[in-house]
DNA sequence: CCATATAATTAAGCAGACTTAAATATTAAA
DNA sequence: TTTAATATTTAAGTCTGCTTAATTATATGG
């Protein structure tokens, strides 16, 4: 198996496992706190920056500038969000977290990473710094690859 | 920082990084086909394992068996798996994917895992072997977790 | 054998997230 | 200024995946 074969499976590997994990936690979270997929991709859109455009936001899900406006209706009366009209285009409004909207959004983190508690258990500090290093290096080098807007989900 | 709180913020960061990417593909790919949550789990979980009881897999998705047999039925009905009598008991059904249930999840891995190509391209030889070799480490230290069923998505 | 329990399916209906189309407000261009 | 374009919202309806309840078939225990 070349470098590169066992680079890939391996990876392969533990997205699944990784993938797997996450989502139980996640998607547990999700339907406990009634929220839908629109909803958490755009609290984590706008988790990592503020956002002007209803029907913008509407394309970064996929779905149509209404759907978006009944989905942003709902996180406003929820709290979440703060939409204000923008100043320099009076039609269009900016989007963005309220404090409970952070609150929900570091929540929903916790819940998808809570198993990673238990693994850090099963690692030595060696281990963990081992792996800190080796996991920096590959963030560093993804973040070299065309970047899309992240906080999608 | 601890060696502990290091390794707990970098894999935040690149479990963050990781799923956006990955969902990103991985959702394309499932509207595309045309396939539920509840489906993509099931071939998923197929993958894996075969499976005794409708029922028995409606619980694991978390929807009813009235729900689980519905879906099973336009699995069937798309080729994507075989759903035959159990010969110890009538009354339940063994399920299994059909090669081409097979194929389905094989693309949608490779939709979920396609940008790490790109990724790998960026990396050299002795960095993939390094970075395989930790991956490698993570892996066998999450299988000694308690493992509920894998391939839930 | 009969009564009860269990598994899967079918039927009917509900809820949520989406769609398109129309209405309103604002901006930009002729 | 008038006309056209753009952004958001509202209204009405659709579609999908779910639910509960009823039905059918099989298994099990008295």
Redesign the interface.
């Known amino acids: 198996m070349s470098?590169?074969d066992?680079?890939?499976s391996?990876?392969?590997?533990?997205?699944?496992?990784?993938?797997?994990?996450?989502?139980?936690g996640y998607m547990h979270y999700a339907r406990e706190k009634g929220l839908s997929r629109s909803m958490i991709g755009t609290l984590f859109h706008l988790s990592h920056r503020d956002h002007a455009g209803v029907t913008h936001l509407g394309e970064h899900l996929?779905v149509s500038s209404a759907a978006a406006s009944q989905m942003l209706e709902h996180l406003v009366e929820e709290g979440l969000i703060q939409r204000t009209e923008d100043p320099e285009d009076r039609r269009m409004k900016k989007l963005s977290l309220t404090e409970k909207g952070y609150q929900v959004v570091k929540e929903s983190?916790s819940a998808?990473?809570g198993?990673?508690d238990?693994?850090?258990a099963?690692?030595s500090?060696e281990?963990?710094?081992?792996?800190?290093k080796?996991?920096?290096?590959?963030?560093e080098?993804?973040r070299?690859?065309d970047l899309?807007d992240?906080?999608?989900?």
């Not at 281990?127 to 800190?132: D, F, T, V």
């Not at 080796?134 to 963030?139: A, G, K, Q, S």
């Open positions: 470098p590169q066992l680079f890939y391996m990876f392969h590997e533990w997205m699944e496992i990784s993938m797997h994990r996450s989502m139980r996929g983190v998808r990473l198993w990673l238990e693994l850090s099963n690692l500090e281990e963990k710094n081992q792996i800190s080796v996991i920096n290096l590959i963030i080098k993804s070299e690859l899309p992240k906080g999608e989900c």
